[in-house]
């Protein structure tokens, strides 16, 4: 027994004994409206360059966990946003050393999207990934910085005294895995050991306060792809996992208005990789029959192979996949059975040069092999996307096109080596995009790896998506490797995905294999996983015993050659006679509950101000004292904040603003409002206005 293993158990006897009466932290918990441009920019996500935003349902939001055990403090944020690339966390790091100096680092803080794929983009850099945002979007880019810097001081000022409880539920009814194919051709002994082919627990820490345990946050990690809605939807919306964490926030909270209360509440992404919410599953949409089960086609076509579901439309399948969460989470929440997380915090962190790693693996037969990592390269199977999204092309999952002009034009741009396609065999190279260095980087080459353990748990920060047994894999490795080194037996491993680089999927050696959507995603190639689980042993194994590792290389900085062609607001105008603010079409003058209400403005383009903190729209109810009440904003599931362009050449636009008025709404006098800003032609200057509505009684 070494000495620091030894130190270690006397330690958590010694904790035992006292029962952990100082088994408190410092706890911050902070949230702030990251909502990025409403209108005007593709989504991040389904890489459909036709799914442009036109407004917002639901605003993103960045949600801050600070603890700090009196020696070491670790941070994780989970960002309503697809994920979260080097860029965004390289500039939140340099604004938070300006406040905080090296307290805040890009070792101890964790950047999580949740992936939902109804938000702008445009902010990744790397510019494979920019490509159907036309380039560099630089409102989405500083959108997601303000707000995730925002949250963090607002958790940083916001630090008290608390504990940590750890609890874990099943939940059945709310993902399946959209690649089954693939999933069937891991081991048949490895499949025996799971009961279900997607993870079904929900991963809950709750945080209340030493005090009077009060809660004041709490993160749950389920695995499942924010994908009800579909690639038609123009709304910015968190999705399923946003809406729940809306609610759970509502449920302690109170009161209607989103973002504003004490306890944060989030979902977050872990190894959903392979994982659909849309649990009806996948139908050929024009004939109703099943899709083909090895493709995922129809007649031949991946287009008309479209999953869905729960509910009849995705507005209805968001809501059902978000209370299904919710309810389980406050289940888990309030029945205070959850274990006390103890002992203390560490971290670690290395960038990793994934196509420079060389392992040694066992093959079945017992023989040695060493294997690499490879330069980045997506496969045809990438191209035809997959049942939450089909791609617009004539790709299919697991099969080669017989398309010859995909070769010639890949050839075209830049034809992968050799080497390159040994490497990546048996994918079929579409883009060879490690070799692709005009204008600059087109995915990461350089990966961060890294590991935050609060007591017992271990968060481990993962650039992409790895599938659901990729997942399971990598857990079991790492779990392993921290109690071999004297860590807790009870150790557990929560994967939190898409963080601080993206790197698009990890699947198995096995379900690579197969290439469809995941594997020909898998950009390093097919032992992509065993490199991971390699480099994940070897952080666990200094973390425990107090290592310090090289940092590894610097990932580029390419900020300085960045394109767009995105134009940007050149001018807004009001129709001749008209004001911007000016209400064009009135609600009726009484609506009854359970009805939508809707009123039209004159608007200028939403681009010009994200209005954070604020909002594009309001609910107003007339109070007593005749003052005006906000009940609703643009951050509320009843209501929609809708815009567009009504005349391309004027620089004239309209905004709709509607509210769903839920069935138990108090009766009364209610007005619609709208808030936006408008630039003037030349000088560029932007200006607020607003306007209101006639009012209408609620009855
Ligand atoms: C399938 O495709 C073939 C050839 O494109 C076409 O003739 C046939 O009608 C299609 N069948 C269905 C059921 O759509
Ligand atoms: C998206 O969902 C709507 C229902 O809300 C459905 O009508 C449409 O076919 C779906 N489209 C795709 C591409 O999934
Ligand atoms: C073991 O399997 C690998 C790959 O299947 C093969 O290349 C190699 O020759 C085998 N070695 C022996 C000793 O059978
Ligand atoms: C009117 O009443 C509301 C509560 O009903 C209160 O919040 C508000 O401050 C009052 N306004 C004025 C001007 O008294």
């Not at 690639?231 to 973002?259: F, H, K, P, R, W």
């Not at 006679?577 to 209400?597: I, N």
Request: with cysteine.
């Amino acid at each position: 027994m070494t000495g620091r293993v030894l130190w270690y158990s006397v330690f958590l006897l010694f904790g035992a004994f006292v029962g952990f009466l100082d088994a408190t932290y410092q706890i911050g918990v902070g949230i702030s409206d990251c909502t990025g441009p409403s209108a005007g920019i593709t989504f991040m996500g389904y890489a459909k360059l036709s799914q442009v935003g036109c407004g917002i349902h639901l605003r993103q939001f960045a949600r801050a966990f600070i603890f700090d055990d009196g020696n070491s403090r670790a941070a994780y944020v989970t960002v309503d946003t697809c994920m979260i690339p080097h860029g965004v966390k390289k500039e939140v790091i340099s604004r938070l050393k300006k406040k905080f100096g090296d307290t805040y680092g890009f070792n101890n803080v964790i950047l999580s999207g949740t992936h939902t794929h109804s938000t702008p983009g445009g902010f990744m850099m790397d510019l494979m990934y920019d490509f159907p945002d036309k380039g560099f979007v630089s409102e989405s880019f500083m959108a997601l910085s303000d707000g995730i810097t925002q949250a963090f001081l607002n958790a940083h000022n916001n630090m008290v005294e608390g504990r940590i409880f750890l609890s874990v539920g099943e939940v059945l009814n709310a993902n399946i895995n959209r690649s089954p194919y693939s999933y069937l051709n891991n081991p048949e002994e490895e499949r025996a050991r799971y009961k279900y082919n997607t993870d079904k627990d929900l991963v809950q820490l709750k945080f209340v306060r030493a005090s009077d345990n009060v809660p004041i946050g709490a993160i749950n990690w389920f695995a499942v792809h924010p994908t009800s809605m579909n690639n038609t939807n123009c709304l910015v919306t968190s999705d399923n996992v946003g809406y729940a964490s809306l609610q759970l926030e509502q449920y302690i909270n109170g009161g209607t208005i989103m973002g504003k209360g004490p306890f944060v509440g989030a979902f977050a992404s872990t190894n959903l990789g392979d994982v659909s919410p849309n649990i009806k599953g996948p139908k050929c949409i024009d004939t109703g029959d099943d899709c083909d089960f090895k493709t995922s086609t129809c007649n031949g076509s991946a287009k008309y192979c479209i999953a869905s579901g729960p509910g009849d439309n995705m507005v209805e399948s968001t809501k059902i996949i978000a209370e299904r969460l919710v309810t389980k989470a406050k289940e888990l929440f309030d029945n205070n059975k959850g274990e006390e997380v103890v002992g203390p915090i560490k971290y670690i962190h290395r960038f990793v040069d994934m196509p420079k790693q060389e392992i040694t693996i066992k093959l079945a037969n017992g023989t040695e092999k060493v294997v690499t990592g490879c330069s980045p390269a997506m496969g045809q199977g990438f191209a035809a996307g997959t049942t939450d999204g089909p791609g617009d092309f004539d790709f299919r999952q697991a099969s080669r096109s017989d398309n010859p002009i995909w070769n010639y034009i890949r050839d075209l741009i830049f034809p992968p080596t050799e080497e390159d396609k040994a490497c990546h065999s048996p994918k079929d190279i579409l883009i060879a995009s490690g070799r692709i260095k005009v204008p600059y980087q087109w995915q990461p080459e350089i990966v961060s790896t890294q590991l935050v353990m609060i007591g017992n748990v271990i968060l481990a920060a993962v650039p992409g998506e790895f599938t659901t047994m990729s997942g399971r894999r990598l857990r079991e490795s790492i779990k392993n490797a921290i109690i071999e080194n004297g860590g807790p037996k009870n150790t557990r491993v929560v994967i939190t995905g898409l963080s601080n680089v993206y790197t698009s999927y990890i699947a198995t050696f096995e379900e690579y294999q197969v290439q469809r959507y995941e594997g020909a995603s898998t950009i390093f190639g097919p032992h992509s996983l065993e490199i991971y689980q390699n480099v994940y042993t070897g952080l666990a194994e200094a973390l425990l015993k107090d290592e310090d590792l090289p940092i590894g290389p610097i990932p580029p900085d390419f900020t300085s050659k960045l394109i767009s062609f995105n134009l940007p607001v050149v001018f807004d105008a009001a129709p001749e006679g008209k004001h911007f603010g000016d209400c064009v079409q009135e609600p009726p003058s009484e609506v009854a509950r359970g009805q939508t209400v809707t009123a039209k403005f004159i608007a200028g383009h939403p681009r010009n101000n994200m209005m954070h903190g604020k909002t594009f729209m309001a609910v107003e109810k007339l109070m007593p004292n005749n003052s005006w009440k906000v009940v609703y904003n643009d951050a509320n599931w009843e209501t929609r904040f809708k815009w567009k362009k009504t005349c391309v050449l004027k620089g004239t636009s309209e905004a709709t603003i509607e509210w769903d008025i839920p069935e138990d709404q108090e009766p009364g006098t209610y007005r619609l409002r709208h808030f936006g800003n408008h630039k003037i032609i030349l000088v560029g200057l932007v200006l607020p206005y607003s306007g209101t509505s006639d009012s209408f009684t609620v009855v």
